[in-house]
């Protein structure tokens, strides 16, 4: 498996590689530990206690640098093989990899430590990992606040009165002590490595409460803010229930003086059927046209089941027919395969449906010019809609949420895009949106062929 395509794969390799310079460290700066020694010995010959804090910082940076690249590393390990979960005995795991290498650190430059300090350190950072929020910056974090423990803890490595319990007890540390002793009586060194030491483990204690407290207040406002989504999501869909009512009812009111103006032109046209003014009988014929036509749109927006076969040509004639480009130097292109089967539609809907996509790209645009294709052809026993716009594109990172109700990434109410894909879905279709930055946006509907025979919905059932 390619390891770039792996990202676990990059943190093992990447964690081996830093427990294998943490082991080496001290091969790769040979010279290093003879210094200390030297600087050591000539502190005693000059009875220079400076000299002798000098030594005991390179001594600390020595062996924090050496003991971060092995804790860090075997965190990064860890990480790479079970990744950043909270499974239990990933712990036991990361301690048994920093022991297992310090145990070969020790073997391999023959320091003679005991294990008790790095003991006392890896349960510090087993201690406080619970409070490292595994999330962004987790590397960074955690690499500051290791740091600032294991320059403690060798610090700690250096206090005589800890020496009778087996702290500080390699072969440098130990030199570095008896120096003190000789130059000091040990007041030095129990002074100034117990004052770095509590100062540096303060701050990995505040660094650790500023991180975890952080978290929390993070933590606290996502979820503010996720509730105030739901919330806004909630408040959407109640307005939108309420409207989609009203409407309804208003809708299902018109019906009534439609019936009443049907009535009365039947009378009309009762009363001049015989009558040579055949102008007016036009006229009613044209009016009763009209009444019933209002008719069948009034039932398609009350009842969505309601569907009639529709050939595609009228369909986008009638959608275009509303589209208002009126000061826009947008044009609209239509490409439509010769023959095309009918499709099985509710018109008023499915109509809304397109006219929301269009409208869309109208105001994607922006009033710059452009052109929207609406190009309908078939593929099998499908009609496949494609609807391409040359205008800004959509971000990669809104492609999924578009389809959410309320998502909008204009002061609107976001509604549009969800009402689309209900319609498409109701008709037994998919419906789905590729975009290029920059370059264009591409919606593509996919209807099924309207089969004859097909069950139809009539509406005089409706009409009462």
Known sequence: MNTNDNPISILGLTGCILLLIGILIPSIFDGWSDYIVENIEASIQLQDSGKLVITSL????????????????????????LGRTDMFYRLFIYAGIVMVTIVVYNILHHEGFSYIGHLITLSIILFIHHYIPKQKNFYVIYAVILFSILMAMSWMQLIPLLSKLGIGTSDIATSIKIADLYLTNHSLLNTLAAIFFIVFLIISVILVFLVHLLHKQITAMEKIQENEKELKEARIALVESKVYEEINSLVHDLKTPLSTLEGLSSLLDMRYKNNKLSSISIYI??????????????????????????????????????????????EIQLELEEGM?????????????????????????????????????????SIVFQIVDNGPGIEMSHIESIWREGFSTKNSSGIGLSFVKTVVENHNGTIHVSSVPGSHTQMKITLPVYEEGEITNGYNHLSR
Request: glycine share 4%; hydrophobic share 50%.
């Open 58 to 81: 390179i001594f600390t940076a020595k062996y924090s640098i050496s003991n971060f690249f092995i804790f860090f590393g075997a965190m990064v390990l860890v990480n790479g093989l």
């Open 285 to 330: 014929s044209r009016m009763e046209a009209a009444i019933q036509k209002m008719n069948d749109m009034i039932s398609e927006i009350l009842y969505e089941d309601i569907k009639q076969p529709i050939a595609v040509k009228e369909l986008l004639e009638y959608v275009t027919s509303h589209l208002i480009l009126a000061k826009q130097n947008i």
């Open 341 to 381: 089967p009918l499709i099985y539609i509710n018109k008023i809907r499915f109509s809304r449906a397109i006219s929301n996509i269009l409208e869309n790209a109208i105001a994607s645009l922006a009033g710059s010019e452009g052109i929207i294709q609406i190009k309908v052809k078939r593929k099998d026993n």
